[in-house]
């Protein structure tokens, strides 16, 4: 078996799946009868909340990596 030179964490999995949610909300809000409309609305919401939290997550992950790296952490010495 291969190993993967880069392990893959799911974070890409993570973002991608809250942006599947929140389109299939819209269009479940569209295709919505008007006395839906405010329960559909309610978990596109909840749908938008969870995107903001994952991309928070990534961007904090990311930030604290650069930040590492460029004051030499991680380095042998």
Do not use: N, Q
């Not at 569209?30 to 991309?55: Q, T």
Request: net charge positive; hydrophobic share 50%.
């Amino acid at each position: 078996m291969k190993t993967v030179p880069h392990p893959r964490t799911g974070e890409g999995v993570a973002a991608l799946g809250v942006l599947m949610l929140v389109v299939l909300e819209v269009a479940a809000l569209s295709a919505a009868p008007a006395r839906d409309r405010p329960v559909v609305g309610g978990a596109l919401v909840g749908a938008a909340a969870s995107a903001f939290i994952v991309v928070g997550a990534l961007w904090h992950h990311y930030r604290r990596t650069a930040v590492r790296r460029v004051r030499g952490a991680g380095r042998p010495r």
